[in-house]
């Protein structure tokens, strides 16, 4: 039976992600980051079990990380922040772009780390981190300059993961959901969250060392950096 851990799993991709990993029978961690918004994801996804923790809060990271006692064969870091409304290189505000590596780039990474002992446990552990085509470095857009900073650099995190974890089997890998309609995609945005779950989670359960350290998008299909 396979375990999986997604984050930000009350709304958005992340909810779909694990209503998706639900309906294939796994046992399923969904964080988010308050007792009120557990509460009510748990009510939607039934037999979810719920974590409670700001991605930014490393002691409520480390507090539900002992929640989980047996292992985790999957974590799904997915939570993420577009960025504060000023955010161009000539007019930056410097705290929401802070804020946004916080939440976009380090706590990725505090979450794999925190729960790498469960990971370990699983002898099928395995990291996928929902990065963004935003973070291309094949062409200069400009626009949401915080949030492509930080999911390039989250990229570049991962990748170092990636080879660090490689000698204990652990595949990292990154992946770029498209555009989706969800609070952050907007309207507009060509992709359905569901249709994009079914696909990051194939990818997450079929990630093994040859993987390690690259960019899928949804699909499946190795991307450019
Ligand atoms: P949403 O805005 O719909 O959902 C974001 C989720 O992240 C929410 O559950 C939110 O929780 C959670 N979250 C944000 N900050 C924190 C925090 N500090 N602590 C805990 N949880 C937090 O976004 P999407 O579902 O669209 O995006 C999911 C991921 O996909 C993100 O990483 C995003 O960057 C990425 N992505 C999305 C694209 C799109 O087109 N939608 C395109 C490319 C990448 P809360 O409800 O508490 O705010």
């Known amino acids: 039976m396979t375990t999986i851990l997604i984050t930000g799993a009350n709304r958005g991709i992340g909810f779909e992600l694990a209503r998706a990993a639900l309906e294939k029978g796994w046992t399923v961690y969904g964080s988010a980051r308050t007792q009120g918004k557990a509460h009510d994801m748990a009510a939607s996804l039934p037999g979810l079990k719920a974590l409670v923790f700001d991605v930014c809060n490393r002691a409520e990271i480390a507090e539900g990380s002992r929640r989980v006692d047996g292992p985790l064969d999957i974590l799904i870091n997915n939570a993420g922040i577009i960025g504060p409304d000023r955010q161009s290189t000539l007019d930056m505000d410097f705290d929401g772009f802070a804020e946004t590596l916080a939440v976009n780039t380090l706590a990725p990474l505090a979450i794999a780390q925190a729960f790498l002992p469960a990971l370990r446990r699983a002898r099928t552990g395995r990291i996928l981190t929902v990065s963004s085509q935003m973070s291309w470095m094949g062409y200069g857009a400009s626009d949401r300059i915080a949030y492509r900073a930080s999911k390039a650099a989250v990229n570049k995190v991962m990748q170092g993961l990636a080879t660090d974890l490689q000698a204990d089997g652990i595949p990292v890998a990154l ?49 450019a950096f």
């Open 175 to 223: 992946i770029d959901p498209g555009w989706v309609r969800t609070d952050m995609g907007g309207k507009a945005a060509d992709l359905e969250p569901a249709e994009v779950a079914r696909g990051i989670l194939k990818v997450a359960e079929n990630l093994s060392l040859t993987h390690t350290g690259k960019f899928f998008k949804w699909t499946g299909d190795e991307r």
